[in-house]
């Protein structure tokens, strides 16, 4: 039989420390539930001693997961481990991920600490972290720039103590394949009971190799487990992306005979839930659940595809989730019917009230839009989400907005502001600009517009367009996102849905493995 590989998702722990995706608890409680259906061996939840939100969103995680193990990452000293131990109480299977860092520069600059201290340190972590949990990861921090010698030691101790699972960190995406598998294969030879521990890889992107890294790691140096993000999320270039990874392994069964507890079909509603939380639109061309992964545009391709889908497709788009099915309901539909809709698509909504409001939105959209399709579903209940998710100091009411060829536009809103309805208005260099204006103008945020823009969620001038704002004060960044048929009203809801999420200072503390 093949081995197992386990797949080990950090999206809402490392992904999150891309500028402005920054999630809530209810935000990464949804996430997490796709995790699950998508079958992902392990969830690391977040880092609970971060912040009282993420150990929140830790606890709530492992309140409501049952078929994923859910983990906290956690600095190696015993306050961190314990407030990760803590929000992982209710976990059906839990795990404590401690790291320290390894690597000389990280030790002398950033820790201030001699090796023999760190040594001691990450020995006592694993040992205090075993009182809570037999399922303990161990990461050295930097590993790919450490020592090796250094190295062997402090994974010989970390696995004596009781670590189960050994990480092997590409920290800075300095690796290149064949290098990061020769390392990893001199240590898992050199250590004496590395065949007590799974081994483990977490690469980042920063040269565009995480993929090949994990891979090469996989196929010539026996590593079992697999770090990585959906979309590939994650600070700086991003991490090693799972749908990527995923899909290499099941493609390519036939050179890396792994089994996967995977269910693929999941991939790209995990792909679109993260998307429009987050408010990291995904690249037309991006690998997999890029709206252009199995588009055609070559004639020669189109041909060879009509005659047979293998000719110039590796992989079937259904497999991955991706569909063209047209939803059938209209405006004459009932609640049964949209209810039946959202749990082919795989949605859960929380309570009867959310169910009624996504129906509303339905019937309202189904009044402006004469076909709507499964995406237009997905995004109406996301955009519902995103919108009640933060707490909602500034709502938009109405907006009115004209615009002419050599003349000025003029934008014109109404907002609620703590309750209280206001009105403003303004000119700007384009209908957009003049509703961003005539918002600032009432609510003076101060904030840097770093970032717009526009994605069309399905084909065909009748789309609905998906906005993403990005705002920035005071050294924080926010993302904001927005759907409508009418881009100028999708961008003023963007607009307000991040300058709600500048009112929730949310402090973190999060290390980058």
């Known amino acids: 039989m093949s081995e197992h590989l386990i797949i080990f998702d950090t999206t809402l722990r490392d992904g999150e420390q891309s500028p402005g995706a920054s999630m809530t608890r209810d935000e990464k409680l949804r996430i997490a539930r796709q995790l699950e259906r998508l079958k992902v061996d392990v969830i690391e939840a977040g880092f609970a001693a971060s912040s009282n939100g993420d150990f929140e969103a830790v606890r709530a995680i492992a309140q409501h997961i049952k078929d994923s193990t859910v983990c906290s990452l956690a600095r190696a000293n015993d306050r961190d481990i314990a407030r990760a131990a803590q929000a992982l109480e209710a976990a059906r299977s839990r795990r404590i991920h401690t790291f320290i860092a390894t690597s000389a520069l990280h030790m002398e600059k950033k820790l201030r600490l001699s090796p023999e201290q760190v040594y001691e340190q990450a020995r006592l972590a694993v040992r205090f972290a075993r009182k809570f949990t037999d399922d303990v990861e161990f990461s050295p921090e930097d590993g790919s720039r450490s020592d090796p010698d250094f190295l062997c030691r402090v994974l010989e101790g970390v696995i004596e103590e009781g670590a189960r699972t050994i990480n092997i960190p590409d920290t800075v995406g300095y690796a290149v394949p064949e290098l990061f598998a020769e390392m990893i294969r001199s240590l898992r030879g050199r250590i004496p009971n590395s065949d007590k521990a799974v081994w483990s890889v977490h690469c980042?992107?920063?040269?565009?190799?995480?993929?090949?890294?994990?891979?090469?790691?996989?196929?010539?140096?026996?590593?079992?487990?697999?770090?990585?993000?959906?979309?590939?999320?994650?600070?700086?270039?991003?991490?090693?992306?799972?749908?990527?990874?995923?899909?290499?392994?099941?493609?390519?069964?036939?050179?890396?005979?792994?089994?996967?507890?995977?269910?693929?079909?999941?991939?790209?509603?995990?792909?679109?839930?993260?998307?429009?939380?987050?408010?990291?639109?995904?690249?037309?061309?991006?690998?997999?659940?890029?709206?252009?992964?199995?588009?055609?545009?070559?004639?020669?391709?189109?041909?060879?595809?009509?005659?047979?889908?293998?000719?110039?497709?590796?992989?079937?788009?259904?497999?991955?989730?991706?569909?063209?099915?047209?939803?059938?309901?209209?405006?004459?539909?009932?609640?049964?019917?949209?209810?039946?809709?959202?749990?082919?698509?795989?949605?859960?909504?929380?309570?009867?009230?959310?169910?009624?409001?996504?129906?509303?939105?339905?019937?309202?959209?189904?009044?402006?839009?004469?076909?709507?399709?499964?995406?237009?579903?997905?995004?109406?209940?996301?955009?519902?989400?995103?919108?009640?998710?933060?707490?909602?100091?500034?709502?938009?009411?109405?907006?009115?907005?004209?615009?002419?060829?050599?003349?000025?536009?003029?934008?014109?809103?109404?907002?609620?502001?703590?309750?209280?309805?206001?009105?403003?208005?303004?000119?700007?260099?384009?209908?957009?600009?003049?509703?961003?204006?005539?918002?600032?103008?009432?609510?003076?945020?101060?904030?840097?517009?770093?970032?717009?823009?526009?994605?069309?969620?399905?084909?065909?001038?009748?789309?609905?367009?998906?906005?993403?704002?990005?705002?920035?004060?005071?050294?924080?960044?926010?993302?904001?996102?927005?759907?409508?048929?009418?881009?100028?009203?999708?961008?003023?809801?963007?607009?307000?849905?991040?300058?709600?999420?500048?009112?929730?200072?949310?402090?973190?503390?999060n290390p980058q493995l």
Not at 247 to 266: E, N, V
Not at 371 to 398: K, P
């Open 204 to 509: 980042h992107n920063d040269l565009g190799m995480a993929v090949a890294n994990s891979l090469a790691a996989v196929q010539k140096a026996g590593v079992r487990q697999i770090e990585c993000t959906v979309n590939g999320l994650g600070e700086r270039a991003g991490n090693t992306s799972l749908e990527e990874v995923v899909m290499a392994l099941k493609t390519r069964r036939d050179y890396f005979d792994l089994h996967l507890s995977i269910d693929t079909t999941q991939i790209v509603p995990a792909s679109k839930l993260v998307s429009g939380i987050t408010g990291f639109p995904v690249q037309p061309n991006k690998a997999v659940v890029g709206a252009n992964a199995f588009a055609h545009a070559s004639g020669i391709h189109q041909d060879g595809v009509l005659k047979a889908r293998d000719t110039y497709e590796i992989m079937r788009a259904e497999d991955v989730g991706w569909t063209t099915n047209r939803i059938v309901l209209g405006k004459l539909s009932g609640r049964t019917a949209f209810r039946q809709r959202l749990q082919e698509l795989g949605i859960e909504l929380e309570s009867d009230h959310d169910v009624n409001a996504a129906f509303q939105r339905f019937k309202d959209l189904a009044d402006r839009k004469a076909e709507i399709l499964d995406e237009d579903i997905q995004a109406l209940v996301s955009d519902q989400a995103l919108q009640s998710s933060t707490e909602d100091v500034f709502r938009l009411i109405s907006l009115a907005q004209s615009s002419r060829t050599g003349g000025r536009p003029h934008g014109e809103v109404v907002l609620s502001v703590e309750g209280c309805e206001v009105r403003s208005e303004a000119e700007g260099n384009g209908p957009v600009d003049a509703v961003f204006k005539a918002i600032e103008s009432e609510i003076g945020s101060g904030a840097e517009l770093l970032l717009y823009s526009v994605n069309a969620i399905t084909t065909g001038t009748e789309s609905q367009g998906e906005v993403t704002v990005r705002l920035g004060r005071g050294g924080r960044i926010v993302n904001g996102v927005g759907a409508d048929p009418d881009i100028v009203v999708a961008s003023a809801k963007a607009y307000l849905n991040a300058l709600n999420k500048l009112q929730t200072r949310q402090e973190k503390l």
